[in-house]
Structure formats: C-alpha cells, structure tokens
T-cell receptor
Framework: AQTVTQSQPEMSVQEAETVTLSCTYDTSESDYYLFWYKQPPSRQMILVIRQEAYKQQNATENRFSVNFQKAAKSFSLKISDSQLGDAAMYFCAYKNGRDDKIIFGKGTRLHILP | ETGVTQSPTHLIKTRGQQVTLRCSSQSGHNTVSWYQQALGQGPQFIFQYYREEENGRGNFPPRFSGLQFPNYSSELNVNALELDDSALYLC???????????FGSGTRLTVV
C-alpha cells in the first residue's frame, strides 16, 4: 500500500528565515507524482509545488523548493525567506501514474513568528 | 476561469439523517474527486467521478454515494449519518491525464 508520512506535527520559523518540512513516502510504483499542498484557515487546498518521479531535477517555485531523494523515498519542502502569509497547514501528497487518487500525509502546521 | 465551488459551506445534521453536498467543477475540468478530512488529519479519498460514472473508490462504505452531471458538477450523498462522519468534505476537479487538481473550500459537516 502507498503511504505518506509527515513526522513533524508542528513547526515554527522566524519571519525571513528558512524552514524545511519533512515527508517520506512508500510505494512500489515507478511512475508517480509528489505534491506539497498548503491549507490556510480558508480551508482550500492550494498546490505549492509538484514533482514528477521521473525527473531528477528538484522542482522550484519562487521561494519554495523540494529535495527529492527517490532512493530514500524522501520529499522535503524548503521555504526560504518565510513570510507571515506562509502560516498554514502543509500536506505532503502522492499520486501514482495510473489513477487520480491523491494520498495525503497528516500534515505539518507551520507557524511564522514575527 | 472559475474555480471549484462547494455548497453549503457549513451544515449541521442529526445522526441517522441523510445529506447531499454539491460541487461545481472548474471550467474545462471533466473529473471530480471527493475527500473527507477529519479534524487534525489529512484528506482521505472517498471516490472519483469521470464521465458521470464512479471511477475509483476509497475505503468508504456504500452509504457514501455520488453523482456527476453532464456539466461535470457533482454531488456527494451520505445516508444514515454517524457521528464520525463529522468532517470537512473537499471536492477537487481535474482534467484527466493532466494531473492538475483544483480544490474547493469544502463543506464543514457536523453530525450531532
């Protein structure tokens, strides 16, 4: 079975600093996608960044980047220059290449300290 | 381009009742998925609809059912509500094969 594990229920970071959120996953599939979603108090899931498993290059979106370690099945999210608006729940998620079902981790609540 | 719209935003029901939640998919999207997010947890996949038929289901009992309409909007129906059904229900739409998902803001269901 495919699983996603986030071992940090909560994290805090000072504004303008850098923080890394951890995620590990388990799968026997070779074709899959990994995501980080942000869920602010408005409840809507917002896609932060996406990584295709076949791509060796780590995805980057402005201040957000990932460290994708395929052999270790690790997919961490780095947020640089943290801003107050980054405060939210962050979910790591997995989807295999055969269907559209997304498997989410339990989330990490990120606090930004002014 | 409109996003995903869910209604109602909040709902309180009594145990044993039935509920219908609605979702309007994003323009151009033909697939709708439903997720249940219990408090403090990540979303759990309920099922997905494509071309008006169920196209994949998670570990949820048959009292969770759905519909997709020709305009790709969707309904989630839950019969015989239980206290544990209290959760945020999220709808996500996508265009099959492209892998981009747009989520709505969810319906908060409370069963008392």
């Amino acid at each position: 079975a495919q699983t996603v594990t986030q071992s940090q229920p909560e994290m805090s970071v000072q504004e303008a600093e850098t923080v890394t959120l951890s995620c590990t996953y388990d799968t026997s599939e070779s074709d899959y996608y990994l995501f980080w979603y942000k869920q602010p108090p408005s409840r809507q899931m917002i896609l932060v960044i996406r990584q295709e498993a076949y791509k060796q290059q780590n995805a980057t979106e402005n201040r957000f980047s990932v460290n994708f370690q395929k052999a270790a099945k690790s997919f961490s999210l780095k947020i640089s220059d943290s801003q107050l608006g980054d405060a939210a729940m962050y979910f790591c998620a997995y989807k295999n290449g055969r269907d559209d079902k997304i498997i989410f981790g339990k989330g990490t609540r990120l606090h930004i300290l002014p | 381009e409109t996003g995903v719209t869910q209604s109602p935003t909040h709902l309180i029901k009594t145990r044993g009742q039935q509920v219908t939640l609605r979702c309007s998919s994003q323009s151009g999207h033909n697939t709708v998925s439903w997720y249940q997010q219990a408090l403090g947890q990540g979303p759990q996949f309920i099922f997905q609809y494509y071309r008006e038929e169920e196209n994949g289901r998670g570990n949820f009992p048959p009292r969770f059912s759905g519909l997709q309409f020709p305009n790709y909007s969707s309904e989630l129906n839950v019969n015989a509500l239980e206290l544990d059904d209290s959760a945020l229900y999220l709808c996500a739409s996508s265009f099959t094969g492209l892998g981009g998902y747009t989520f709505g803001s969810g319906t908060r269901l409370t069963v008392v």
